[in-house]
């Protein structure tokens, strides 16, 4: 082990997250509270900024895909590929949302019908079920994935073409300049790993609920903090394992298998459920999507009140954003060789559209249950919001089936995301070393499992919210900066590849 490629982002990055481990196992109740105090602050005050922000993140990567600089490489010009089409898009699926889109893939939708997003629609009804999809395309549409794109695009840049460490202060070279600087570089990237753990804490947080859930439903497992800090350690050494046998072994061979799986239940779901109705509400949401996106990307409610929006967009994006470091770096590691236009609009279209489909599918069918059937899926739903994949399943045949291999693909989900995490988190801290030590790996998912433990035993699901809102905040300016830098690099590389003739 070589202390000395542990540098002072990852000791003081480590050091602040076990400081909050402990703050919150001694002081539970009061950790909740400035947990709350924090989330209601940050989507009042903020919101607007995250809004604005990511609007403006999907205007600049699809200015980047059709611009003159869409084709240059991630990479030298021979460059090829790392991994074929497939194994890269499990990658980009299973590291980017692949277990909250588990999680809310029925649980949104049918929140949103109980409850609707705008006033003067009734709940339960066919216009509820509309606007539900619309809202839940729009979340896990084109906008959460341009955030990715951004670190993906800077991080690949540098690494690849520039020859730089994947570090998310190199990203910032042009504007900030290579030599000196260090505290400020340091911050940079300590602000980074922060959100990285947070955000990757949230989505096993949600998984972890989600497992707990389904395990009630088959087992009649209670839904327990013991029950729970048994799967937080069953994962914590089901995902160190696969840690250890590196990128091309265990996330590789586990992002394949997600993938599949998930198709297998997305096709049988399809063929066994309302299959028109599903083929109608996706197009007829992806209609509304496109006609109203730019409605939805800046909607607030200054005029009428509610917390509707800060509830649900605003902690989406801050939640994209936290990931967006260990998202970013993770798929411009697995993208090298690809032109820029090509990872915009894979990244941009490929990834949505699963995720898009899943809802409709998904969700779909339990509109449909509870529109035509009277189910009351919704209302079991806004009871248990853990409970919304396993209820429906209980419409379907095969149901003991479908939930056991649901709670493997969300154990799976969370162990590439987790793994792919560490991987991430230890070359963030490890000046952008491609193979960092496995002790550096062990810390971080250990600090992960923790961090993840005291936020579902101190203030559940809010707890979650709030770490990913909170600390997403600041790396939002970093992101701002990042596209700027980005861009000042491919002016540069345009101008010395095409003089101008005198």
């Known amino acids: 082990m070589n202390l000395r490629r542990m540098n002072n982002v990852f000791w003081i990055s480590a050091l602040f997250i076990l400081v909050l481990v402990i703050i919150g196992a001694v002081f ?17 005050a903020f919101g607007w900024f995250y809004l604005i922000s990511v609007f403006f993140f999907v205007i600049f990567c699809l200015f980047l895909a059709i611009s003159k600089y869409g084709r240059i490489k991630l990479g030298s010009d021979e460059d090829k590929p790392d991994f074929p089409f497939f194994t890269w898009v499990g990658m980009l699926f299973s590291a980017g949302f692949g277990v909250g889109l588990v999680f809310w893939g029925i649980a949104e939708p049918m929140s949103h019908f109980l409850t609707p997003p705008t006033s003067g629609v009734e709940p339960l009804t066919p216009d509820a079920a509309r606007v539900a999809m619309r809202y839940s395309f729009f979340h896990w549409g084109v906008s959460q994935w341009s955030v990715f794109a951004i670190v993906g695009l800077a991080i690949g840049y540098f690494q690849f073409r520039k020859k730089d460490s994947a570090l998310i202060s190199t990203t910032l070279n042009p504007l900030i300049g290579k030599e000196n ?13 922060i959100a990285t753990v947070m955000g990757v804490a949230t989505s096993l947080g949600l998984g972890i609920l989600q497992i707990n859930g389904g395990l009630q439903s088959v087992f009649n497992l209670p839904q327990s903090t013991m029950v729970q800090l048994v799967i937080i350690l069953i994962l914590l050494a089901l995902y160190l394992t696969s840690s250890s046998t590196g990128l091309n072994r265990g996330i590789k061979y586990l992002s394949n298998l997600n993938l599949g799986l998930a198709l297998v239940l997305l096709l049988f779901v399809f063929i066994t459920g309302p299959s028109v109705f599903m083929l109608n509400s996706f197009t007829l949401g992806l209609g509304d999507y496109l006609q109203r996106f730019v409605e939805m990307s800046l909607r607030l409610q200054p ?4 917390t509707w ?7 989406y994006w801050a939640w994209a954003i936290a990931w967006s470091p260990f998202v970013g770096a993770f798929i411009a590691r697995v993208s090298r060789g690809r032109t820029i236009r090509e990872f915009v609009l894979g990244v941009l279209i490929i990834p949505p559209l699963i995720a898009i489909i899943w809802i409709a599918v ?36 095969f149901k003991l089936l479908l939930s056991l291999l649901s709670i493997f693909l969300i154990l799976t989900f969370l162990i590439t995301s987790a793994d792919s995490a560490t991987f991430v988190l230890g070359m963030l801290t490890t000046d952008g070393n491609i193979n960092p030590p496995i002790f550096v790996k062990i810390v971080w998912g250990v600090l992960m499992a923790a961090i993840a433990a005291i936020l579902l035993l101190s203030s559940g699901l809010e707890g979650l919210q709030t770490a990913s809102l909170i600390s997403a905040l600041p790396f939002t300016v970093i992101l701002i900066i990042m596209c700027f830098s980005l861009l000042k690099s491919l ?9 101008k003739k005198t």
Request: aromatic share 12%; hydrophobic share 45%.
């Open 303 to 306: 005029y009428h009140g509610g």
């Open 362 to 397: 998904f969700g779909g069918a339990a509109v449909n249950f509870d529109l035509f059937q009277q189910t009351n899926i919704a209302l079991a739903v806004d009871n248990d919001i853990t409970s919304a994949l396993f209820v429906t399943f209980e419409q379907l045949p």
């Open 491 to 499: 002016k540069i590389e345009r101008k010395k590849s095409h003089p």
């Open 28 to 44: 539970p109740l009061r950790f909740a509270d400035v947990a709350s105090r924090g989330l209601d602050f940050t989507t009042y």
């Open 309 to 315: 929006v800060r509830d649900w967009t605003i902690f």
């Open 181 to 193: 600087k260090k505290v400020l570089r340091s911050t940079i990237d300590i602000l980074a790993v």
